[in-house]
């Protein structure tokens, strides 16, 4: 792990006068840049050819005269062939030189890789660099050994496929999309046998894959994509603040569910098994009498990370949840940097954050705020690991 007394001694080197904010540009670039573009910050997105033109045509920033930007979010795009050639040191040091501040999502971990992340990336990242392991699924300290730790309830995990007695949903990484998931459910041993050996057979998953998947009781219910907010920097409010919450559209689990079922029975063996292959996101409330409770599982998973991997959570974090016939809620994923689904926010903020600011705060340009709070205050190192 990069030392923190290096990412301070480069920040000795910034003038924080042009600090720029940058993003790898995919997962939540455009919530990141706009959000930096509302508080005065100029933007750049390091992007993959062939995947640019978001960034680099279509959502190219236009300033006026006096800097005023008055069409879109992106100052500087930054193609490369590959977006891991961000870790190449002559792109490390240009971003270095260029004041820039390196927001995380996970399609930066998952292209560059965590390692390279941990330790060959020394451009300063706003939030907890050496969290971003804890999403590894199957590590040893994993986000499921912190929920445990911290005492939160997450889904049952099985042995093994034997004990498959009811609904369960089984978590693994698809054979071919990088960034997305191989999960399919099964309520007994012999729906896992003919599902695995068909997804298998249809290159959706691998054996060497299925072999280390997690085996979790399926609960039912809707899902909850609670995105907050820790401060290091807050001293008169809390520190932890819901910004907003979301959900998601999977292909083709949501084709199949607007099916009827006899539809659903007649499909074929090509059609039958439903992918969970994020495609996109919607935004959602919660009751207010489940609010507390929501503070509550953030409360103890800051007060985890804290203690397990110090300095704890900065900034941005996504506990993904969802809620039973009885009110309770069950983590089943977490995410230790800005969530997938905040473009939801972009621009119009979201009904938590904007009853909190007062103004329209979209996770994106939370960060912006902290980051020029952290500034002014001269506490940037606070902020950055």
């Known amino acids: 792990m990069i030392e923190q007394s290096h990412i301070t001694g480069c920040l000795d080197n910034y003038d924080y006068e042009k600090i720029k904010i940058g993003v790898l540009a995919s997962h939540s670039a455009i919530d990141v840049c706009d959000g930096a573009i509302e508080e005065g910050f100029h933007t750049v997105a390091v992007c993959q050819k062939g995947r640019d033109k978001t960034y680099s045509k279509y959502f190219k920033s236009k300033r006026s005269n006096d800097g005023t930007v008055t069409r879109g979010v992106v100052d500087e795009a930054i193609v490369y062939e590959k977006f891991n050639e961000i870790l190449k040191p002559v792109n490390q040091q240009a971003l270095l030189d260029d004041n820039v501040l390196f927001v995380p999502n996970r399609s930066f971990t998952s292209y560059c890789g965590i390692d390279a992340v941990e330790n060959q990336f020394h451009v300063p990242l706003v939030g907890s660099r050496n969290l971003l392991r804890s999403e590894e699924r199957g590590d040893e300290r994993d986000y499921y050994w912190l929920l445990d730790k911290a005492g939160l309830p997450y889904p049952e995990k099985l042995d093994g496929p034997e004990e498959i007695d009811e609904l369960c949903i089984i978590k693994l990484p698809h054979a071919v999309k990088k960034l997305e998931r191989g999960f399919f459910t ?194 940037l190192e606070k902020i950055v690991t």
């Open 186 to 379: 099964a309520a007994s041993y012999q729906e896992y046998i003919d599902k695995s050996e068909l997804l298998s057979r249809q290159g959706v998953i691998t054996e060497e894959a299925l072999e280390h998947a997690r085996i979790e009781r399926y609960v039912i219910g809707p899902v909850f994509n609670l995105d907050f907010f820790y401060s290091p920097l807050e001293e008169e409010r809390s520190p932890i603040e819901l910004l907003g919450i979301d959900w998601r559209f999977e292909t083709s689990l949501d084709g199949h569910v607007r099916l009827p079922a006899p539809q659903q029975i007649s499909l074929s063996q090509s059609q039958i098994a439903p992918e969970y292959t994020v495609c996109g996101h919607n935004t959602a409330t919660l009751r207010e009498s489940l609010l507390d409770e929501a503070f509550r599982l953030a409360e103890d998973y800051v007060k985890a990370t804290k203690r397990y991997y110090e300095p704890g959570i900065i900034g941005p974090f996504c506990l993904q949840t969802c809620v039973d016939k009885d009110l309770n809620f069950y983590i089943y994923d977490v995410a230790p940097r800005i969530g997938g689904g905040t473009n939801v926010h972009v621009s119009v903020g979201h009904p938590y954050g904007n009853t909190l600011w007062r103004k329209p705060m979209s996770t994106g340009r939370r960060i912006a705020v902290e980051i020029r709070s952290a500034i002014d205050t001269d506490q």
